[in-house]
């Protein structure tokens, strides 16, 4: 059975960093390309894409709102995807979300479904 399992969420204000990670569990990547993936759901508004990164080159794709202060990165190894955040805006309040889509790697048009969703972390920044 495939998990995702995120943390990291919390509150901060403007302008400070935080990092988010995602443990999976119940497939492997040493045998095909995954998309591994967060998204982000504000109060009120649709979930959207934030970032994705391949498991077998680490291509990443970033949502315009991010580029420059979000950064993707996977350990393929132990499993893992974070999300470091930096100099986050009273914007980025939003529930995160893991996700992964087997058998592809990721491309520059992120699309807004996934196969595989965690429970999602809170991240609240106070303005």
């Known amino acids: 059975e495939v998990q995702l399992v995120e943390s990291g969420g919390g509150l901060v204000q403007a302008g400070d960093s935080l990092r988010l990670s995602c443990a999976a569990s119940g497939f492997t990547l040493d045998r095909e390309d995954w998309c591994l993936r967060w998204f982000r759901q504000a109060p009120g508004k649709e979930r959207e894409p934030v970032a994705d990164i391949s498991s077998g080159d680490g291509s990443t794709y970033y949502a315009d709102s991010v580029k420059g202060r979000f950064t993707i990165s996977r350990d393929t190894a132990k499993m893992t995807v974070t999300l470091r955040m930096n100099n986050l805006h009273h914007e980025d309040t939003a529930v995160y979300y893991c996700?992964?889509?087997?058998?592809?790697?990721?491309?520059?048009?992120?699309?807004?479904?996934?196969?595989?969703w965690g429970k999602g972390t809170l991240v609240t920044v106070s303005s």
């Open positions: 996700a992964a889509d087997p058998s592809r790697s990721c491309f520059d048009n992120m699309g807004y479904s996934a196969y595989y």
